[in-house]
């Protein structure tokens, strides 16, 4: 009589899963998804913050909820020093105590995959304890503790070459680049006059999509923006995505008189975003730093003309200069002339 072949069980940690929808989650998702069509069962573990409805990303896989103060992270975006680092210090520790207690009753995985660095904190901790295989996921650069970190890891999946040599200056073997992609039956190409008149746009779409945190530099694509409207009059500059500066970010438009001028539309869902991008006339993505932004790949797929910050260095090295408008996300002058270039380029 045969046995019967028990499944793989992976703990995919995403502590922000329910709370953000960033690259880090869509990445977990497209991924939990991949693993699950190869036949292994998915349980995601994820942050939910106190007295709120958790807003997963996809709800087909098994998720477990931890304790999260995830409204010190919003704050620590909007603070100075050093009550940014003291409310960043006590949102990470509660959370890695959280998830390391939630492990301690529930550890009934083959393997714990980890993307964020309480997430791996705790399953490290785990791990001396049962034994548990770990992978870990690394969506920006280490910092000195999670290198030290590490040492105790399977295996260590950066989303870039360039994130990956900075493993490898510290001699690791196990290091093994996975960037993220994306699913080009669901982000293609679409009629755009369709897509305005549905989304009620009209004139030329500037497309910005991420969360509104300081790292993607949307003060200055506002004040680029006001620059552009002198001489492209029917501009419209939409900002889809939800973050700490939202307000902030409000009322700089109407300093700039630009209200009428600049949506924010706020967070869309993965179903939704196909026609925004194919809305778009251009794609903008001026951040200070991106380890490896899928938004840019997802305009690409929808055949959007792309300007975007020097600083996503990974991006630029996979995809190509030569198909990209580049920009110095503190040029505010440049973003204006790039944006402007990629508007009125019939390439």
């Known amino acids: ?50 007295f709120k409805r958790p807003a997963p990303l996809s709800d087909q896989f098994k998720i477990e909820y931890i304790s999260q103060l995830y409204f010190l992270r919003e704050w620590a975006n909007k603070m100075r020093q050093p009550l940014t680092y003291g409310a960043s210090l006590v949102h990470y520790y509660h959370y890695a105590i959280s998830c390391q207690n939630h492990f301690l009753k529930n550890h009934n995985f083959d393997v714990i995959h980890t993307h964020d660095p309480a997430s791996l904190h705790a399953a490290i901790k785990i791990k001396k304890k049962y034994h548990i295989p770990i992978v870990a996921s690394f969506h920006g650069h280490p910092s000195l503790r999670q290198i030290n970190d590490v040492d105790n890891v399977d295996a260590i999946l950066p989303v870039s070459r360039e994130i990956k040599s900075t493993f490898e200056k510290y001699s690791f073997k196990n290091v093994y680049d996975v960037p993220g992609g994306v699913d080009l039956s669901h982000f293609q190409p679409l009629n755009k006059d369709k897509c305005k008149e549905q989304l009620g746009l009209n004139g030329r779409i500037i497309l910005f999509v991420g969360r509104l945190v300081s790292v993607k530099n949307v003060s200055n694509l506002l004040y680029a923006f006001k620059k552009l409207q002198l001489s492209v009059k029917d501009s419209t500059l939409l900002i889809v995505g939800d973050g700490a500066l939202k307000l902030d970010l409000i009322s700089l438009a109407k300093r700039l008189s630009l209200e009428q001028n600049v949506i924010f539309k706020g967070a869309i869902s993965y179903e939704n975003l196909p026609m925004y991008y194919n809305a778009a006339d251009v794609f903008i993505l001026p951040s200070k730093y991106e380890s ?32 990209v408008f580049i920009i110095d996300p503190g040029d505010i002058e440049k973003i204006s002339d790039n944006i402007k270039d990629a508007l009125l380029n019939k390439e």
């Open 1 to 50: 009589m045969m046995r019967k072949m028990t499944q793989t069980k992976i703990g995919m940690a995403s502590a922000y899963y329910a709370l953000m929808k960033g690259g880090g989650e869509l990445y977990t998702f497209h991924l939990s998804n991949a693993l699950a069509e190869r036949g292994y069962d998915i349980t995601i573990i994820c942050g939910k913050q106190p």
């Open 292 to 323: 490896y932004p899928l938004v840019a790949l997802e305009a690409a797929a929808c055949n959007v003309p792309i300007v975007i910050s020097s600083n996503a260095k990974a991006f630029l090295e996979d995809f190509g200069k030569d198909g």
